[in-house]
């Protein structure tokens, strides 16, 4: 058995637990954010009106639920250089510290302010992880795992939602976000221990070095058992390095007329090339898309009011109960997305969550549309009614279900060049948040205008559009290399994904003499 082992060192189960073994400080990151974007679900109801200690108004109430999605921009704006000048191992720890000063100044809150700034402080630090994490995990996977890694990035953030949620029903919110401060304390001693991903190394001329760190990804290999990979990840990072307007004149010399100008205008000339770049803004359009539709289908918006609204709909059981299911559900539900993910690609998964979603929406709006007086007002307990059932609660766990097997972060780790994943990764993480922050902080208005029934049909029909709109545009990126994924959305082709109905209509349009020819994607 020794001898079979020693001539075949690179064996799957050791390549996939190096791998696994160097997202360990990752996923505490991801509990940790988990925490952060669920916290204020359960300080909300404590502090909504209270007659004793901190209260704030319902007004109030509408911005401390959207707080930290309207900060999470500014940490996503920074973690782009901060990604690229660190490197992706010390960005990993330094995102840490806005989370261990926000929960130390949730504790301590004494005022309105403080706790709307502890919230500010979480919104940011959840803002400066979002690229760092993403980007790690794709450029240390190889293409056979990546779809499971990147997968089960979702499951450890919902472990720390349901966390934040268990939190909230067996100790005071003080006292649970003390009990939230050891996670980013965790995650920095953690990061410690982890390798810096290979083509970052390469990106500083740190050769051997990157090589070292690849042998430690692939099982600890010798490194004439990755020679192979790593002379592709040379041959890529080369390929970056050359100047694209050279390329395209057909010029391969180095250095360039391009680069002997002042600073501003190689600024500017390397903004057009890296990001308002065809293999860039393809991606970035999708992806911003995506999250749009992903966030506004239903079970985003009323995150941070969710104990509320199960007192709202009638639903049985207690709410807090209730929500702590809703993270069971988020981690189950995950975890299922990983499995399945490399049976039927990440396409698949992303329009039958999104079209569950939309169904789930529309049900429950017509549910409320029946069974509830136009006077319920979710931010309003005195609008609740006394009536139980036991429907609503299942129609909410569905949309939560459906939700959860939606992957929009996974899309970031592996659709952007490495030239321009801190800057486009950063940015969609800002956009996504700006979405974010829309959605919480409409809902108010929106559930006032039109009631709840009116509020989930408009929910609905945001996740029908953005199910039309994956299913025409999302090509399938699993089991692709990043080298591959690139070349894709380089492409003078359009965009189209391989399905028969869009195949059947190509050929349709190719027979009448269309000369424009979607491009195909296994």
């Known amino acids: 058995m020794t001898t079979a082992e020693d001539k075949q060192p690179l064996s799957r189960s050791r390549v996939i637990f190096s791998q696994v073994l160097a997202c360990l400080a990752l996923d505490f990151l991801l509990i940790g954010l988990g925490l952060s974007i669920s916290f204020v679900t359960m300080v909300l109801p404590e502090v909504l009106d209270a007659k004793e200690g901190l209260s704030i108004t319902k007004k109030q109430a509408s911005w401390f639920g959207s707080m930290a999605f309207l900060c999470q921009p500014l940490g ?70 990546r779809g499971i890694l990147t997968t089960l990035t979702n499951g450890f ?64 290999a010798k490194p004439e058992e990755v020679k192979e990979e790593f002379n592709e990840l040379l041959q890529y990072y080369d390929d970056l390095n050359r100047c694209v307007l050279c390329v395209k004149e057909g010029k391969i010399v180095e250095p360039c007329e391009h680069y002997n100008t002042n600073s501003l205008k190689q600024m500017i000339c390397k903004i057009k090339r890296v990001f308002f770049v065809r293999e860039t803004m393809r991606p970035f359009l999708l992806v911003i898309a995506y999250f749009f539709f992903y966030t506004m289908s239903g079970a985003l918006p009323v995150r941070p009011n969710m104990v ?25 539900m995950s975890m299922l997305s990983a499995i399945i ?13 999104m079209l569950g979603t939309a169904c789930c ?7 409320a549309r029946i069974n509830l007086p136009p006077t319920v007002f979710s931010y309003e307990i005195e609008t609740f009614t006394d009536k139980k059932e036991i429907l609503p609660l299942v129609l909410f766990l569905m949309l939560i279900c459906f939700n959860s097997l939606g992957i929009p972060w996974v899309l970031l780790s592996e659709v952007f060049p490495f030239k321009s994943r801190g800057i486009a990764t950063a940015l969609a993480a800002a956009s996504s948040y700006i979405i974010y922050f829309v959605a919480a902080k409409t809902n108010y208005n929106i559930e006032y205008a039109f009631h709840l029934s009116g509020t989930f049909g408009l929910y609905a029909i945001f996740g029908f559009l953005g199910t039309v709109y994956l299913y025409l545009f999302l090509p399938e990126t699993e089991k692709k290399t990043l080298a591959e994924i690139e070349s894709f959305y380089k492409s003078d082709k359009k965009i189209f994904a391989d399905d028969f109905f869009i195949n059947a209509f190509r050929k349709k349009k190719v027979t009448n003499g269309d000369a424009i020819k979607p491009m195909l994607v296994n």
């Open 361 to 367: 929406s529309i049900a429950i709006s017509v549910y």
């Open 308 to 332: 509320n609204l199960c007192k709202a709909l009638g639903m049985k059981y207690d709410p807090k109960t209730i929500v702590v299911v809703i993270g069971a559900l988020f981690i189950a």
């Open 341 to 353: 993910v490399k049976t039927i690609g990440k396409r698949k998964l992303v329009i039958g969550s």
């Open 76 to 145: 996503s704006i920074f973690s782009g250089p901060l990604l690229d000048h660190f490197g992706r191992k010390k960005a990993l720890f330094l995102v840490n510290i806005p989370h261990v000063v926000a929960w130390l100044l949730m504790y301590y809150a004494w005022d309105v302010p403080s706790l709307f700034i502890g919230n500010a402080l979480l919104g940011i630090g959840t803002g400066i992880m979002e690229a760092p994490s993403v980007t790690y995990i794709g450029e240390i996977s190889d293409p056979s795992v």
């Open 157 to 220: 953030t919902a472990t720390g939602m349901f966390v934040a949620y268990l939190l909230g029903t067996v100790l005071p919110w003080r006292q649970a976000a003390l009990v939230a401060l050891t996670v980013p304390l965790a995650t920095m001693a953690l990061v410690l221990f982890v390798p810096e991903t290979p083509i970052w190394l390469l990106s500083k001329g740190r050769q051997k070095e990157a090589l070292r760190s690849l042998c430690r990804l692939r099982g600890w």
